[in-house]
């Protein structure tokens, strides 16, 4: 009989906790934090199940939030500001900032080129799309070079993110900007080098957050806060594990990357600093956005940091 309570109080507790899916914009080494969250159990020490879905690109992810199939959503804060202009009565909101660099890399398709700016001029790079945080902060570096992006080369910007890697390894173009493991593949296969750290070119950029409507955040500030305590323990995770116990950690979520290579992505992202301490998304990282938007001729007009941004859920979870 005791045995019996045992396993009807543990299959309770399971059935207890609150379903809700997370919908995010790629699945790659540069969010280690979170899926250190899953492999941890720290959702569920929240009370928490989360489906993760591969939403395949800011826009889509954008719109599984707004149509109310993903109660939360994980992409560049620029959707957001998107949305904002155009006026939505039930924006998303940014309520905990994940990495504070880009977490792409040039890719060039000459094994032995020793790299500077200016090679760039005249070649065709594989880019992101227009409005995406990829092609903007490409743009934003480029220019800081003195550059012209509209001039001094030529960026395709027509092929389906996720998909460049494998036009680049096709022949297409003489470079490619590409996030892990997607950088490192193509390394490995011998069809390119990489040349370039954009997260390191452009300096501390909030390149993405969690989001969801005002209106859900509004009705459910407990399920926001149990979602932010744990991604707040996969923070605090990274900053206290090495490279190597960090990818043994997130293997799971990788079982297509062998482990040496796994050590590889993380050490890359965990040398140039990629992730915050705490979620926290400051104001001064919304203004750098925001000019980084308006260089790119992608902002209408600049969003109050105060409609779009709640630091309530970050502030409380580190002090927990």
């Not at 892990?180 to 750290?197: D, H, I, Q």
């Not at 090495?242 to 950690?249: Q, S, Y």
């Not at 301490?277 to 750098?288: H, P, R, T, V, Y």
Request: charged fraction near 25%; hydrophobic fraction near 40%.
């Amino acid at each position: 009989m005791v045995m019996m309570t045992l396993l009807l109080t543990g299959c309770k507790g399971r059935g207890d906790l609150i379903e809700i899916t997370l919908n995010e914009v790629a699945h790659s080494i540069f969010y280690a934090p979170m899926y250190v969250a899953f492999e941890e159990g720290y959702f569920e020490e929240e009370g928490l199940k989360v489906n993760l879905v591969n939403g395949l690109g800011a826009n889509k992810t954008m719109t599984s939030v707004l149509s109310g199939e993903s109660e939360i959503g994980f992409m560049g804060a620029e959707a957001s500001i998107y949305v904002y202009n155009q006026g939505a009565e039930d924006y998303v909101v940014n309520f905990a900032q994940l990495t504070q660099r880009a977490g792409n890399f040039l890719v060039s398709r000459d094994m032995a080129e020793d790299f500077k700016w200016e090679n760039i001029k005249g070649k065709t790079v594989l880019g992101g799309r227009k409005g995406g945080m990829p092609q903007m902060v490409f743009e934003y570096i480029l220019k800081k070079q003195g550059i012209d992006p509209q001039k001094d080369l030529n960026i395709i910007q027509n092929i389906d993110f996720g998909l460049t890697s494998q036009a680049f390894a096709s022949g297409q173009g003489d470079y490619t900007i590409e996030f892990e493991p997607a950088a490192t593949a193509l390394e490995l296969e011998g069809v390119g080098k990489v040349v370039a750290s954009l997260g390191v070119e452009s300096g501390m950029v909030p390149y993405t957050a969690f989001s969801a409507r005002k209106s859900y955040i509004e009705k459910n500030p407990d399920v926001i806060q149990k979602f932010t305590n744990a991604i707040q323990k996969g923070m605090e995770f990274v900053q206290n594990h090495t490279p190597e116990e960090i990818a043994k950690a997130i293997a799971p979520k990788f079982k297509e990357t062998d482990i040496k290579t796994l050590i590889l992505l993380v050490t890359r992202y965990y040398e140039q600093d990629t992730w915050k301490d705490n979620l926290i998304f400051e104001e001064a990282s919304l203004n750098l956005l925001q000019d980084i938007l308006y260089e790119a001729g992608e902002l209408e007009k600049r969003v109050p940091y105060e409609d779009i941004v709640n630091t309530e859920f970050a502030q409380k979870a580190i002090k927990k």
